[in-house]
């Protein structure tokens, strides 16, 4: 094996050279198969005889393959394309790494990621990224689980160039009829499931027959070789061009009061400078008055580009809005059907609150027990409670406030976005936006004559939201109880709502699995918030053991009325306490799922209240919360 | 063909992720090396944000034991920037004397590894901006985009998040805080590439100029100030050198060249079979050693 070898143009005319690779395209691409597919031989063949192995290179990878190869004497290319240590142990690949290799006419980026069953998701996230995918085949094993299982993949997350490289052809004596009846195969199963076209090319990384340049060996193929097709194949970047222009705004840019401009990355289509657009949500109109870079103004700007808008008119605009040409806007709607692949080792719990980021948006979303889920292997469909790591399902997404968007089959920036975690941060899914709901779209908002403020006038009062939090006996119901009787005797209007009293009659439908609890708490503050609504101050007596339920309540209430108040009993307290005598049954195995003995309570980070009920009375504890709650309101009456 | 660019959709995609994270961060800040990774940083930066001044200030986690010309550049382009800079000395390492002739790998412990972490959180910064490349190497073509560190600066290479499309997650608790590396996807020839398309004013030292140097342990190094100590038969040699990545002027391999403009240069580069990395002697580890040193925090 010999390492690079420089063009030579480079030594004859470097300018020449360099002019020549100032124009160069890019193409981002995936390779899909396992190492026994010969998939880190391709690479490797790709990244030599593209001359991007260095000498220092090689020479590691000789020794490291002499090393912990698995390839006795030969270079291993797995260990090219593998870089951490702990995976180097284990002797799998579990990421996404990518590769950087150039042509005279193209710069390649290559995501290259495993094909071990378990990691759907590191696929999912190197293709979508990806301008086509390759499946490697071994020719000797022809169309298996896994290819159909990567094409699925790729097709999911739109990759609409498709190259089928039949591999290791040297060992089956490079024979057509072993290659048409693969083809024959594949196209078959592709068609099934809507791929509407590929490339299939026969080729040996091993002996770089078809990588390169066309082989001898095969004669019959009068196809492309590998490579000068990855160098010619049409970029999925002129189709967004094509499209209608909408570009999300990432930043406004406000250097002092005479400048306001837009900046953010084209989406799709192009605009000049006069063109009329449209602000979505808002609606509102106006033109395009520049288009600001640092190289100066331009004339018009395309799809890939990263500019600075200057609107025409003053019009409100902030990130997160997306500026689209006026006559064909973008949709905007708060529910609809999206294929989501979960990525996280918690699952899905249906009816929780997730943050869901989608261009430069940023809002709160449920997602609703899927309808099913696939079978990546088989492409069956099943019916499944939820989604677990590496699951692909289709389910209704409910945004708690409207988003701009378009189907993922129109583009990804406007039609895929990520879930996010709000206790641990973490992105748990990606997901593709199938279509809006039509429910969604024509239920509007009815807005009251009498209005929220007109009904805490009425009543002389802030409305506020009480939110009691704690373990089961620490003591919640007792305290709020005697807040209220407090309130009444002051002349306030108010309501309590009892976790044991809502499980009895709204909420008897609901068992205690975290799901369950999940929406137990949903409609709880979606009552607290009608009642809030209607001037009420509200005191809720809920464990609420989950933070993100308890901000999902937060984030309905305006600013400032919600008040989490953290009643602090230690786990040994309420349990010798034990009023209902649940604990004791819990610790018998009788109460599965009982918050603190076999489900965990997530504390309040940062409470507006917090009662220690190993130092304070019930009493006390009463008094300073109405203490706290008319000192914040005193202003107001 | 309308399409774009390699260097355009990469410049694109760099100037992006800046704005996100100047969107979604609160103390955002750039890690400024002097080297023409940060250089070009520096530029998409200016670019991103124009015509308003890159809003977060330059951060260089000094040594005491850069070039000069390194120290002269840094200043004039952060003013040319008009954007603060900010200089971190670790007074740890001030006051022990530490340099790389008696203290070894202390020398980038203390300096840079454990001076970076005071200077991040000094600053209380939760976003630092860093010219990483995935290509330079193995470890890093795994890398993420943003790549996240607790509170004690810790690296989990299993608790990265995906990153799909180009939709960057960047929600951290409290103390905890974020790399970001804009230019990810960029190869040393598009970096080369782009300081000539650009006009990107870089270090002289990239180029071929006569310096005073000695040879030691196979690596020639520049007599840069007379903190260098000469051993027993040392005398410094005038050669024509250039240097292919900088660092502490005593731990910092030159080449011969005779490549003195830019075009010569990056002919040098494309001519020559040895990668980039290799006269950095910190790098002369076993292969994973990048990573270690990630997992204890140096960049």
């Known amino acids: 094996m010999t390492a690079y070898q420089p063009d030579a143009l480079i030594a004859a005319d470097i300018d020449a050279y360099l002019a020549t690779h100032a124009a160069k395209s890019m193409l981002r691409l995936i390779t899909c198969g396992s190492v026994d597919d010969g998939k880190s031989t391709l690479i490797g063949r790709l990244l030599y005889d593209s001359k991007t192995i260095f000498e220092d290179q090689l020479s590691q990878l000789e020794a490291d393959s002499r090393r912990v190869g698995t390839q006795g004497q030969n270079i291993d290319f ?148 590998l490579l000068p097709h990855l160098e010619t194949v049409a970029i999925d970047g002129d189709r967004a061009v094509a499209a209608s222009f909408r570009m999300p705004v990432q930043w406004v840019n406000r250097p002092d009061l005479d400048f306001r401009g837009f900046a953010g990355l084209i989406a799709s289509g192009r605009v000049s400078v006069g063109d009329r657009v449209r602000i979505a949500p808002s609606g509102k109109t106006t033109s395009i008055a520049r288009i600001v870079t640092y190289d100066g103004d331009r004339q018009d700007a395309i799809a890939g580009e990263a500019v600075t808008l200057v609107l025409a008119e003053e019009v409100d605009c902030s990130r997160g809005d997306v500026i689209a040409a006026a006559e064909n806007p973008p949709e905007i709607a708060d529910q609809f059907v999206a294929k989501i692949v979960w990525m996280a080792d918690t699952p899905l719990v249906p009816g929780r609150s997730y943050s869901l980021k989608l261009g430069t948006q940023l809002v709160g979303a449920t997602v609703q027990p899927p309808r099913h889920v696939v079978d990546v292997n088989s492409q069956e469909e099943r019916p499944a409670d939820t989604l677990a790591l590496n699951d692909i399902g289709l389910a209704e997404v409910y945004a708690d406030r409207p988003i701009v968007f378009e189907p993922y089959a129109k583009g990804s920036a406007l039609g895929g976005f990520i879930l996010i975690d709000r206790a641990t941060n973490a992105t748990v899914a990606a997901g593709m936006i199938d279509h809006a709901l039509r429910r969604a779209q024509n239920v509007h908002w009815q807005s009251a004559v009498v209005t929220r403020e007109a009904h805490a006038r009425q009543k002389g009062q802030a409305p506020k939201v009480l939110w009691f939090t704690g373990l089961s006996g620490s003591g919640k119901s007792t305290i709020a109880n005697m807040v209220e009787q407090k309130l009444h005797a002051m002349g306030r209007h108010s309501f309590l709502l009892d976790g044991d009293n809502i499980r009895h009659g709204l909420n008897r439908d609901l068992d205690f699995s975290e799901a369950g609890r999940v929406e137990n708490i949903r409609r709880v503050g979606e009552v607290a918030k009608l009642m809030a609504d209607a001037g009420l101050i509200v005191l809720t007596a809920f464990i609420s053991p989950f933070r993100a339920e308890r901000d999902m309540v937060r984030a309905l209430l305006p600013e400032g009325e919600f008040v989490e108040i953290f009643i602090d009993t230690p786990l040994a307290v309420a349990e010798d306490r034990d009023v209902k005598g649940l604990y004791a049954k819990a610790r018998a195995g009788e109460i599965a799922e009982f918050t603190g003995i076999s489900s965990p309570y997530e504390a309040p980070e940062r409470p507006e209240i917090r009662i220690d009920t190993t130092k304070e009375t019930a009493e006390q504890a009463a008094s300073r919360i109405v203490e706290h709650v008319l000192g914040i309101w005193s202003y107001d009456l | 063909m309308t399409g774009l660019t390699h260097l355009q959709r990469l410049e694109a995609e760099s100037i992006h992720i800046l704005r996100e994270v100047v969107a979604e961060t609160e ?147 409290k103390g905890e805080s974020i790399r970001v590396f804009p230019i990810s996807n960029w190869t040393e020839l598009d970096i080369w590439q782009y300081i000539l398309q650009e006009g990107i004013e870089i270090v002289p030292l990239y180029f071929a100029a006569p310096r005073p140097t000695v040879e030691r342990d196979g690596m020639l190094l520049m007599v840069d100030d007379d903190r260098f100590r000469l051993q027993p038969g040392e005398v410094p040699v005038d050669r024509s050198i250039r240097f292919r990545t900088l660092g502490c002027y005593p731990l910092t391999g030159a080449v011969e060249s005779e490549a003195a403009t830019l075009s010569e240069v990056i002919q040098e580069m494309l001519l020559t079979t040895t990668s980039e990395r290799q006269g950095r002697a910190i790098d002369h580890d076993q292969a994973a050693s990048m990573e270690k040193k990630k997992r204890e925090g140096y960049f």
């Open chain 1, 78 to 225: 797995a260990l090219l394309v593998d870089g951490l240590a702990a995976e180097r142990e284990q002797g799998i690949t579990i990421d996404v790494a990518y590769r950087f290799f150039a042509t005279e006419k193209r710069k390649f980026i290559v995501a290259d990621t495993p094909g071990h069953e378990q990691y759907t998701r590191n696929m999912v996230t190197g293709a979508s990224t990806a301008d086509l995918a390759v499946i490697l085949i071994d020719a000797r094993k022809g169309v298996l689980t896994q290819t159909r299982r990567h094409s699925y993949l790729a097709h999911l997350v739109g990759i609409k160039e498709i190259v089928l490289a039949v591999n290791k052809m040297d060992l089956v004596g490079h024979d057509q009829s072993v290659f048409d009846a693969i083809v024959a195969d594949y196209a078959a199963f592709a068609r099934g499931i809507g791929i509407e076209r590929f490339t299939a090319i026969p080729l040996s990384g091993l002996t770089g027959a078809n990588v390169t340049t066309a082989s001898p060996d095969m004669p019959w193929y009068d196809g492309p070789a």
């Open chain 2, 27 to 173: 103390r955002p800040v750039m890690l400024y090396s002097v080297g023409k990774d940060s250089a070009v940083m520096l530029h998409l930066a200016k670019k991103a944000f124009f015509p308003a001044r890159p809003p977060f200030p330059l951060l260089h986690v000094d040594t005491t034991w850069k070039f000069q010309a390194m120290y002269e550049l840094r200043d004039r382009a952060a003013e040319a920037a008009g954007m603060e800079l900010i200089v971190h000395r670790n007074p740890e390492a001030e006051a022990l004397g530490i340099n790389p002739f008696d203290h070894g790998s202390r020398h980038t412990d203390m300096w840079k590894t454990e001076g970076l972490k005071q200077a991040l959180t000094a600053g209380g910064y939760d976003a630092a901006f860093g010219g990483a490349r995935r290509d330079e190497e193995k470890s890093r073509a795994k890398e993420r985009v943003f790549s996240f560190r607790s509170a004690a600066h810790g690296w989990d290479p299993k608790a990265q998040r995906p990153e799909l499309w180009n939709l960057y997650n960047s929600r951290i608790h």
